[in-house]
């Protein structure tokens, strides 16, 4: 794939997340609304490492920082490195120059999904303070 076939993909991503981003911005998530409930909740009644990510961006696009922790602690702390990941990317496709990324090793990885199913089963015991990670309704 060439420079200007990842450029035009890039862009194209690019787009497709800014419309999401006013599309979330605009429409606000809850129970009677467009998005789509969570499978793994709608069967199980638990919440997944995921539950309350759209509620939490929402609040996020909106500058309502402790109600979108208040949703999911995790989906607002991992945008950080996505962020991060993103601008370095961003910038390769433009400048065409690749800078030295980080060397992920298996490792982070791994640890990533210890962390979510962690996450996971904490935010569904009953008991404080682990209530405060369930997503709010």
């Given at each position: 794939?060439?420079?200007?076939?990842?450029?035009?993909?890039?862009?194209?991503?690019?787009?497709?997340?800014?419309?999401?981003?006013?599309?979330l911005?605009?429409?606000?998530?809850?129970?009677?609304?467009?998005?789509?409930?969570?499978t793994?909740?709608?069967?199980?009644?638990?919440?997944c490492?995921?539950?309350?990510?759209?509620?939490?961006?929402?609040?996020?696009?909106?500058?309502?920082?402790?109600?979108?922790?208040?949703?999911?602690?995790?989906?607002?702390?991992?945008?950080?490195?996505?962020?991060?990941?993103?601008?370095?990317?961003?910038?390769?496709?433009?400048?065409g120059?690749?800078?030295?990324?980080?060397?992920?090793?298996?490792?982070?990885?791994?640890?990533?999904?210890?962390?979510?199913?962690?996450?996971?089963?904490?935010?569904?015991?009953?008991?404080?303070?682990?209530?405060?990670?369930?997503?709010?309704?």
């Open positions: 794939m060439t420079l200007n076939q990842k450029r035009v993909i890039t862009g194209i991503v690019l787009g497709g997340m800014v419309m999401g981003g006013i599309f911005y605009l429409v606000p998530p809850g129970k009677e609304s467009v998005y789509p409930p969570c793994f909740h709608s069967l199980t009644g638990l919440y490492a995921g539950c309350g990510s759209t509620r939490a961006l929402h609040h996020l696009l909106h500058g309502r920082i402790i109600k979108a922790i208040s949703n999911n602690i995790l989906t607002v702390f991992l945008l950080i490195p996505l962020a991060w990941f993103g601008v370095h990317h961003l910038r390769y496709m433009i400048t120059v690749r800078r030295h990324a980080p060397d992920l090793k298996m490792k982070y990885a791994w640890i990533l999904i210890g962390l979510i199913i962690l996450y996971t089963i904490l935010r569904n015991l009953p008991y404080y303070p682990f209530t405060l990670l369930a997503p709010l309704e």
